[in-house]
């Protein structure tokens, strides 16, 4: 285990920054320039190209969480986050479940969804339907056609179908649903360039005027799902911490008003992981909330006793990308994404689902015991200094 006796990184926040860096350096096989960029960060000239108007750069602190072991990999997790006690919770709560597993996880198929809205002009909606259902297998080569490096690397259209819409107050509409393997990236761009291209064509095909060409960031079919389990008969946890933390559980089922602030913890792990790797974490989050909202909003992790175990459980849909966007200009992305070792951006949705349970692990058993202000606190003082 990285924390294990024997282990560099054992005692890493005890560590001054320069020390840090060199054990870091020395795991992942730093270059002289990504050590440098650590410090040097984003310059203006690189900002000028990311984003309109600049006139400065805002920085914000790069921490590395240790002692997460995911699917049997010990994995360095870089984070950027304001917050005290992010970084330390996600690293306490790794510790202990590193004794008993680790995370296990897995994710779905990089699928995103764009959507094509028509106004129906002269057939009605169930004509509509019909027609592109019987055009389908045109309108994916078609959009095929217009992203055949995409193609090529095993991505491309994979379904298109309508969803009706009968009754709004400005009358009956359609959604032409695009579902697209975007492969490596985010896919965004990917998306809209698709949309845009078969409008054209769908609206002919339908006798319809269309008017929104965009992705969707529902993202139901992109998942990434993360497990682990805790001993109750352990010094790490005893049975009264496993069953609080278990009606904790219960509280944010049945309340939204404690969901949303249980989600938010969890959000602590997988924004701090989303900013580090440059993904858009505006994205992440919407699509996020909507899955919590699918059935009435609820919480995103699962906690149950099961035997002596304590068993979580975090399902969540993560659009990321290793490839494109800010990965191109920012120095720093690219160096996190070296230290975690990602090769596919399943791998790194898998990791940020482990971070955010990790994260929710912590929050919960703050929360169910000393509370959230004395482990804060702690932390805190040290700005006081």
Partial sequence: MIEGENSSFSGFYKKTISERVDLLSARVGLTKEERMSFEQGLSMLQADLMIENVVGVYELPLAIATNFVIDGKETLIPMVVEEASVVAGASKAAKIISKYGGFITEAGPSLLKGQIQIIPQNLDLTVIKKIIESSEKTLVKRGNSLVPNLVKRGGGVVSIGVTMISETRVGPMASVDVLVNIGEAMGANIVNKICEGLADEVGKLTQARVNLKILSNHLDQRLAVARC?????????SLEIAQRIVEAQVFAEESVDRAVTH??????????????????????????????AREGYGPLTKWKIEGDWLKGEIKVPL????????????????????????????????IMAAVGLAQNFAALYSLVGEGVQKSHGKLHRRKLK
């Fill in 229 to 237: 389990q805790i001993s109750t008969s352990s010094e790490d946890l």
């Fill in 263 to 292: 989600n938010k913890g969890v959000l602590n792990g997988i924004d701090a992981v989303a900013l580090a790797t440059g993904q858009d974490w505006r994205a992440i989050e919407a699509g996020v909330h909507a899955f919590a």
């Fill in 319 to 350: 659009a990321v990308g290793i490839v494109g966007g800010i990965t191109q200009f920012h120095p720093v992305v690219a160096t996190c994404l070296k230290i975690l070792g990602v090769k596919t951006s399943g791998d790194l949705s898998r």
